[in-house]
């Protein structure tokens, strides 16, 4: 079994080291040179816990290789994984499905033999259809199937989320296409895996019903953090009072600063425009998106508060800049809205992350740089937690205070607790939870 996996990104690598791993020979291909010549010379561009290990032993055993040379990684595989991105695009929310349609020509043109290319990146219903007819019009001759085959994977636990998912769901009407990828599965099959066979249309549609079920969930649950304020509530008793109930589960009932990364706020802007364009309107999903956009300034207001009201002259310590812990993505992460929002308030910024620094200098501007989380409150007037990296959950505090100006702590994690938190000395705010005195 060939496997070539077109786009190196987060997805695409992480899925051709796994299938490599379960023993296919596996061509990673992507355009961008630097990369790929990164990744020849041992270097994994991204950070994934676990993956430069298990990407040098499959290379070492010949499973596994780098390219630029799309024909020559399609020419001759048995499945072709389309595994490129599908940003938003920009003004109307809609998918950008231009790499991926670029993706099949470019695979049109390089087919021989029986393939099945498999869409693995997020597209919305019936991206599928068009990918076909490309390929069609381009090689009437070809002996092909596109098949759906979405990708759950999370950043920060993909290669467990790879090699041992909840499922696995698998679109195509065709018999050829459904036995070649059973096999390609086969290793999770022998663990039991749950595999959903379905209609190519019903897997597309699949994957943004799945990532806005979560992006709501997590939108309820910021509700209520803001609803057990006013009410003196506990919102994390709350999580757990709901989430023991085997119908809701406890698990993305974490109140914090909106839902941010490189899936969740395009598939939602994406499903609310196919939903509107077929007529059949997500009204749920809208409203999600809207509290979601609104909740990262109200963020950024909830540190003015902790400052006394004004943040002019004043100095943030900020610790974490990406979307989650583990991993150094930074797309649509809530600090590229909060920061900039703090320093049109007149603040200065000194900020650390352990993974995403390098990509965050590029998205944010006027930041100073810190090596580490202490550095970042020298000096400074509040210290804020947006990322709940595993460093940040035992800070010194007797350190924190010698170092801060103030000791404020806005903890948009919930990670320390308030009790404790007073009697530390801090003036202390988060998400949800009553102060000790209540
Ligand atoms: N990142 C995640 O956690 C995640 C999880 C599940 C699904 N997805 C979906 O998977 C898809 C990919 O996401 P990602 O985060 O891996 O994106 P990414 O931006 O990290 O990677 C995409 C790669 O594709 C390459 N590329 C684009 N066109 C190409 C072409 N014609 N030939 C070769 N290479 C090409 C780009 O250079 C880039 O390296 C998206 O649709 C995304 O929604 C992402």
Redesign the pocket.
């Known amino acids: 079994m060939r496997v070539a996996m077109?786009?190196?990104?987060?997805?695409?690598l992480v899925s051709g080291v796994c299938f490599s791993e379960f023993g296919v020979d596996v061509v990673c291909?992507?355009?961008?040179e630097d990369?790929i010549s990164r990744l020849n010379n041992g270097e994994v561009p991204i950070y994934e816990p676990g993956l430069e290990a298990m990407v040098e032993s499959n290379e070492k055993a010949g499973r596994l290789t780098f390219t630029t040379d799309?024909k020559k990684a399609v020419h001759g595989a048995d499945a072709v994984f389309i595994?490129?991105?599908?940003p938003s695009r920009r003004g109307d929310g809609h998918a950008d499905l231009s790499?991926v349609y670029?993706?099949a020509r470019?695979i049109a043109a390089a087919l021989n033999g029986y393939t099945v290319i498999v869409t693995?990146?997020?597209?919305p219903v019936g991206t599928g259809d068009e990918v076909e007819r490309i390929i069609r019009e381009a090689r009437p001759d070809a002996d092909f199937d596109v098949v759906s085959n979405?990708?759950?994977?999370?950043?920060g636990s993909?290669i467990e989320d790879f090699m041992r998912p909840d499922r696995v769901v698998i679109g195509t009407g065709e018999e050829r296409a459904r036995e070649l990828m059973a096999h390609l599965y086969r290793p999770l099959f022998l663990i039991e895996t749950p595999i959903l066979f379905t209609a190519r249309p019903t897997a597309e549609l699949i994957k943004y019903a799945a990532n806005t079920f979560l992006a709501t969930k997590i939108t309820f649950i910021n509700q209520m953090a803001d609803l057990c304020e006013k009410v003196g509530a506990d919102v994390q008793d709350v999580a757990k009072g709901i989430g023991l109930d085997g119908r809701i589960g406890g698990k993305f009932l974490h109140a914090g600063p909106g839902y941010g990364g490189?899936?969740f706020p395009?598939?939602t802007l994406a499903l609310v425009r196919t939903a509107q364009e077929a007529d059949s309107p997500l009204k749920i999903i809208e409203t999600v998106v809207e509290l979601n956009d609104a909740r990262k300034m109200q963020m950024a207001e909830r540190i003015v508060k902790a400052c006394g009201g004004s943040l002019e002259g004043k100095t943030i310590a900020v610790l974490g800049l990406t979307f989650k812990p583990n991993t150094d993505?930074m797309r649509d992460a809530p600090s590229l809205d909060i920061l900039p929002a703090l320093q049109d308030a007149g603040a200065a910024i000194r900020a650390y992350d352990p993974e995403g620094m390098e990509e965050a200098k590029g998205r944010l501007a006027d930041v100073i740089w810190c090596e580490n989380a202490y550095e970042t409150m020298e000096g400074a007037d509040a210290l804020t937690i947006i990322t709940e990296w595993n460093e940040f959950r035992a800070l010194d505090f007797d350190r924190v205070k010698s170092l801060m100006k103030e000791p404020v702590m806005v903890d948009l994690r919930n990670i320390y607790n308030p009790g404790e938190m007073a009697e530390a000395g801090f003036k202390y705010a988060c998400l949800g939870r009553p102060g000790p005195a209540s």
């Open positions: 077109i786009g190196t990104g987060y997805v695409g291909v992507d355009r961008d990369k799309l595994a490129v991105g599908t790499y670029g993706a470019e693995k990146s997020t597209v979405p990708e759950f994977l999370r950043e993909a490189s899936c395009k598939d993505d």
